[in-house]
């Protein structure tokens, strides 16, 4: 009597996920490097389903049924790969090893080259939805191999959330793919919470509403086109009330934002191709300015306005209207960001695959992303999400309110990294003609960098340091 599939690493995601795939009629071999965890877990929930405890790795693998399929949830990182080699060593070609941690793509895509040599079929799961998620349905990124796909996407299939009857679970691409798509997600929720943050800061520094006033507006915006798990639970964040203080729990919070670097790997990626993810970098470099005690101490004292609140509850739709705007911008360049990806890596991502599985059991899963789905499957070839119909009429109409946040951000000196650095990446985008030809011609100037012309075609150079006539390169 073999199991269907196995999961190592039973700390809280990989408790879950087995959890998770026994309620589902799945047979589970569980193991654990300290043995402690996998006996608590089998002795608390084996009642839940049907599991194969294992103390050690060999007879973990001799409890799979082949082609074996088996999934590691651990630390990512060294250990990831000390997992991956004594796995690999106990397994035969056609063989399956799913990581479902946090792991980079790189270190994805260098672990499924070298595992493919063997025969052995390697998948990068990203798993998102946290403990709860592993337990009641993650949103699952997997990618490897379309011949494990067929093995492994009807269990994940299966684990999965489901919106709407559909699995938030689908075949993402080859190699690394999985992985990269769950860091945009993962990035992009960095965005979405800055955005956030800055309507809590401007709306109570400029139009004075307390915590649980904002939490009122936020339960409101979230029976509208904003409603998401984020905005959802910043109203529960913003209503918690410190029993020991009688504050709002957000009072007494140290302001200073901690990461574990999936946005940052977002950013880094994204200089590496090319593409402004400005929502995402101004998120990083947020939580970043909040981590200096020392120099926020010494700056307390630099000048600022003097105006003080400057607007009662008028701001509220205003701001709501900015944060709609300023979200679209910031998926939009994560999806760029993600085609830019597929392109470079041969991929051949299906971003409206992507919205899809990303609606239910994680973390940005939101109404928004049924949009995004409907904007691909229209046009698959999209240059941008800001110009799909459905978006450019929701940016057409909150573009002045959006210019009237940021101003008043500016006039009273709350910082709206967020706010302001998407208006200046729309009105980029729109501009006919961009200061880009100065630059042009100033790096022409100092290092023969040439320029194009408008208006022929070539490669040009000014004799800037003699008789500044132009030749062409
Ligand atoms: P942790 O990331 O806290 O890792 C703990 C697990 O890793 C334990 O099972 C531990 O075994 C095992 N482990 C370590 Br540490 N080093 C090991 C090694 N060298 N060999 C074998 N096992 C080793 O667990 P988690 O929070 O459940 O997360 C698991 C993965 O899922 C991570 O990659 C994480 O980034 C990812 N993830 C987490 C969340 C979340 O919400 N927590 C969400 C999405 C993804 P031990 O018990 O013997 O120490």
Not at 127 to 155: F, Q, T, V
Not at 198 to 218: C, I
Not at 395 to 420: C, H, M, N, Y
Not at 431 to 459: C, M, N, W
């Amino acid at each position: 009597d073999l199991a269907d599939i196995g999961v190592t690493g039973l700390a809280v995601m990989g408790r879950n996920l087995a959890r998770n795939l026994a309620r589902h009629g799945y047979g589970v071999a569980v193991h654990n490097r300290s043995a402690g965890k996998t006996r608590a877990l089998v002795e608390e929930f084996g009642h839940e389903g049907t599991f194969h405890p294992a103390e050690d790795l060999e007879s973990f693998v001799a409890s799979l049924k082949r082609p074996r399929r088996a999934i590691i949830m651990v630390k990512a990182g060294a250990g990831t790969d000390a997992v991956i080699e004594r796995l690999a060593a106990l397994m035969e070609p056609g063989d399956m090893i799913v990581d479902g941690g946090n792991a980079h793509f790189e270190d994805t895509r260098r672990r499924e080259a070298a595992l493919r040599e063997r025969g052995i079929h390697f998948v990068g799961a990203g798993i998102s939805g946290g403990e709860e998620g592993a337990l009641n349905g993650p949103s699952i990124m997997p990618g490897g191999s379309r011949e494990s796909y067929e093995a492994l996407g009807p269990i994940l299939e299966d684990i999965a959330a489901k919106v709407d009857g559909v699995p938030c679970a689908t075949y993402v691409g080859p190699d690394g793919a999985g992985h990269f798509v769950k860091m945009v997600h993962n990035g992009i929720e960095y965005a979405d919470m800055q955005l956030i943050a800055e309507s809590y800061d401007l709306l109570r520094q400029a139009s004075g509403l307390s915590p649980a006033e904002l939490a009122g507006v936020f339960r409101e915006w979230n029976a509208g086109e904003l409603e998401s798990y984020l905005i959802e639970i910043t109203a529960e964040v913003l209503d918690q009330v410190d029993a020991g203080t009688g504050r709002p729990l957000v009072d007494v919070i140290v302001d200073r934002a901690e990461q574990k670097g999936t946005g940052r790997w977002t950013v880094q990626s994204a200089l590496e191709l090319g593409v402004p993810v400005t929502g995402i970098a101004e998120a990083v470099f947020a939580r970043a300015l909040s981590g200096h005690p020392e120099q926020r101490a010494a700056a307390r004292s630099l000048a600022g306005p003097d105006e003080g609140p400057v607007a009662g509850r008028e701001l509220v739709e205003d701001v709501r209207r900015a944060l709609y705007a300023s979200k679209i911008v910031a998926y939009a360049q994560g999806f760029d960001q993600m085609a830019a990806a597929s392109r470079e890596y041969g991929w051949d991502l299906d971003l409206g695959a992507m919205a899809t599985i990303w609606r239910g059991g994680c973390i940005i899963r939101a109404r928004f992303l049924d949009r995004i789905r409907e904007a691909y499957d229209e046009n698959r070839e999209l240059p941008t999400l800001l110009t799909a119909p459905a978006f450019a009429g929701a940016l057409a109409e909150a573009q002045d309110s959006w210019r009237k946040v940021v101003a008043t951000a500016a006039r009273i000196g709350v910082p709206t990294p967020g706010f302001s650095s998407a208006l200046a990446y729309y009105d980029g985008l729109r501009r006919d003609r961009l200061p880009a030809s100065l630059i042009q011609g100033l790096r022409d100037y100092f290092g023969a960098h040439t320029y194009q012309r408008v208006d022929k075609e070539g490669v040009f150079h000014t004799d800037w340091s003699g008789d500044r006539a132009e030749h062409q390169a």
